[in-house]
Structures are given as C-alpha cells and as structure tokens.
C-alpha cells in the first residue's frame, strides 16, 4: 500500500492531492470518507508513510495508551465505527490536533456515526473531509491487470472488461477474485478464461 503502487483515477485524485498536502490540513485533521474498497486504507498508509503516522482501528482505541501518542500523526481507520469509545477519540483529537496531526476514515460523513458526546461530535463535524467515489471501470481495470501482473498470470485481453462489468465494484472484490481465479487455475490446471471466470463468480461473490 505504497504511494507507487496507488491507482490514480477521477473518483480519488483529490483526496490523494489532499493527502499529499497534509502539511497545510486546516485544524491538522482530514477525514476521508468512501465506500468500502475505494482506496481509503490504501490512502492512510500512503499518508502514514508521509507524516510517520501510527495507524490505529478504531474499535481498538477503548484499550489504547492515548496519552502515548502525544507528539504523534494519528490515523484512525472506521472511526464511523468507534462505538463506546467516544470518549477515547475526543481525547486523541484534542492531542493529535495540537501536537500532530489527525487522518479519519469512514463509510459515511460524522453525522450519521450515531455520536452520542457532543463535544465529539462538534470536532467531527468541523473537520474538512476529502471524499472518495467508488471505483470507476478505468480504476477497476487496472487495479486487476496489476493484481494478475503481480501472480505472474497472462490473462486474454477480453477478460478484464468481463470482469469488470460483472464483478461488485471495490478493490478488495477485485483482489478476491483474482486470487480464487488464481487459486481455481492452478488446483485444476486450467488457464484463466471467460469460462472460467463465469463459474466462479456466483461463488465469490453470490447474490
């Protein structure tokens, strides 16, 4: 998940430029706010890298050291999911903001996280937010022409665009699947095709 290896596309070109600018974040905080699989954890790392940030989920800042990470870029992954640890993350915004710096991720935008303390819930709303699409065909295709580059597996040119106007439109679909076409491939020794592909993607992802 390095910066090298992030796919830049219409639905993330601004949030990779905010990233890249997290020097001038105002508040020294960024939200980032996508479905899954658009490239927001991806993103994270990216920044983690950048600023020498720790990277905590959010469902784990209950039992964290906060005052730890005094001086320290804080990523906080789902905070959209920070459920009775409200009072920790109030805590870690007010010392991230002041001696470091701050990167949320989430599904959704803070007002529909359900947050109960209000003090929280008056920083998540003031802090900017850089969204991200879902991933568009372009992205999608060559997110899977690098997985399968990746594998060492030569793929017909007509199964990226099958694939990808088959296939749920995240990333992490993507690397499902190239790794059980992968795997399917090699357990029956049969290259990767459009026919396989067809019987496997009901399994991977059924309806």
Do not use: C
Request: hydrophobic share 50%; net charge neutral.
């Amino acid at each position: 998940m390095t910066r090298e290896h992030f796919f830049v596309a219409p639905s993330n070109a601004l949030a990779l430029q905010t990233v890249d600018d997290w020097q001038h974040w105002p508040g020294r905080k960024l939200l980032l706010v996508g479905p899954e699989g658009a490239g927001k954890t991806h993103l994270a790392h990216v920044w983690a890298a950048k600023a020498d940030a720790v990277i905590l989920a959010a469902e784990t800042l209950a039992g964290a050291d906060i005052a730890s990470l005094s001086g320290r870029a804080v990523a906080v992954e789902d905070a959209d999911r920070i459920g009775a640890a409200e009072a920790q993350l109030f805590h870690l915004h007010n010392l991230a903001t002041t001696t470091g710096a701050l990167l949320l991720t989430a599904r959704t935008p803070p007002r529909d996280w359900g947050l109960t303390l209000p003090d929280l819930k008056s920083r998540m709303q003031a802090t900017p937010i850089a969204q991200l699409d879902g991933p568009d065909d372009a992205l999608l295709s060559a997110v899977l022409v690098k997985l399968f580059a990746d594998r060492q597996v030569a793929v017909p040119a007509n199964l990226i665009p099958y694939l990808v106007s088959r296939m749920p439109r995240s990333i992490g679909a993507a690397r499902a699947l190239v790794a059980a076409l992968d795997a399917r491939a090699l357990s029956e020794a049969r290259p990767i095709t459009r026919a396989l592909a067809a019987e496997l993607l009901d399994v991977v992802f059924p309806i």
